[in-house]
Structure formats: C-alpha cells, structure tokens
C-alpha cells in the first residue's frame, strides 16, 4: 500500500452520544469524504444512540435494563451537549445558530455523510451488553463488528477517539 492511500483513509471511534461531539464525528468524517478519503465510522456504547432507527426515548434493547437505557437516550434529536446542556436546551440553541450561520445541522452532517458514502459500523460488544441488534439501526450500518476487525479495517489510515 503506498503512502497516500494510507494517509486517505480517516477511521473514527464516536463513543459519545453527545451533540457537540457527534457533531465533531459527522464534520470530520463529510470533509474527509469529500475529498476523497474513505471513511469509517465504528459506534460504540453512547456513539450507537446516533445510528438507531427509532428516534425519541423509546425502551429499545432486550432486557429491562437495556429498555431503561433506551428510554434514557433519545437519537439524534435528543442528544445533550456535553456541557452546560441547561435542561436539554443548550442543542436547540446550538441547531437554531447552526441554521442561522448557514452551517449544516448535526441531522444536515448524518445525511451527508449517508450521501458520501462513510462507512458505518456497529460495535458488537457493546450492542452485546445494550441488548441492541443489527435490526434497531439504520439500514446504512454495513456491519457489526468486533474491536479486531476494526483495528483491521482501519489499518493504514488515521484513527480518532471522539
């Protein structure tokens, strides 16, 4: 593999369910896309709340403590900030300045990103202890995987934690 497609290539960890991060996630990973780098995308733990398919504080998940944790999360719509959230109004405030200063929106950036064509995939430990199956995402998650086959995947490229 020669060194520019190792350096076209940008993998991202997005273990937040938080708007300001996720936000992050989705910015990083159109730009990369539009300029030609493939991009992989791995949810895990919170990050998985931004690719379910059922949105609002639904009990999703098998079990009783799964379905308290998806009654707690609520998708993209409900997603806190990760600081100074005020009650849930901080990512309203965020989306109204977004549309104001003609910047894509957090739901703008995951279109975008289905468009350009970023790889989304599943962690399988974490649906694993979230009671959470293939089915409850969106149908633009490639795959389930383990940590492995990520690193795997990944592999040449850049990596980021968000």
Same mark, same amino acid.
């Given at each position: %593999? ?5 350096? +076209? +290539?940008?993998?991202?960890? =997005?273990? &937040?369910?938080?708007?300001? @991060? !996720?936000? =992050? ?24 709340d931004a690719i379910k398919i +059922?949105?609002?504080?639904? *009990?999703?998940? $098998?079990?009783?403590? *799964? $379905?308290? #944790? ?6 993209? @719509?409900?997603? *806190?900030? &990760?600081? !100074?959230? #005020? !009650?849930?109004? &901080? *990512? @309203?405030?965020?989306?109204?300045? %977004?549309?104001? +200063?003609?910047? =894509? ?14 790889? #989304?995939?599943?962690?399988? %430990? ?7 199956e293939k089915s409850d995402f969106?149908?633009?998650? $490639? ?20």
């Amino acid at each position: %593999m020669s060194e520019e497609t190792q350096s +076209k +290539k940008l993998s991202i960890i =997005a273990f &937040s369910g938080d708007f300001d @991060k !996720l936000t =992050a996630v989705f910015t990083l990973a159109t730009g990369a896309a539009a300029v030609g780098y493939e991009v992989n995308l791995f949810f895990t733990f919170w990050g998985l709340d931004a690719i379910k398919i +059922k949105q609002g504080r639904s *009990p999703v998940g $098998k079990g009783f403590l *799964p $379905k308290v #944790f998806g009654i707690f999360m609520g998708g993209l @719509k409900a997603t *806190p900030v &990760s600081r !100074l959230n #005020f !009650l849930g109004l &901080s *990512p @309203k405030i965020f989306r109204y300045l %977004m549309r104001k +200063k003609n910047v =894509a929106t957090l739901e703008e950036l995951v279109e975008a990103a289905k468009t350009l064509g970023v790889n #989304f995939y599943a962690c399988e %430990m974490a649906m694993h202890i979230l009671g959470l199956e293939k089915s409850d995402f969106i149908p633009e998650v $490639k795959d389930v995987l383990g940590v492995a086959t990520f690193l795997n995947l990944s592999e040449g490229g850049q990596t980021l934690f968000i």
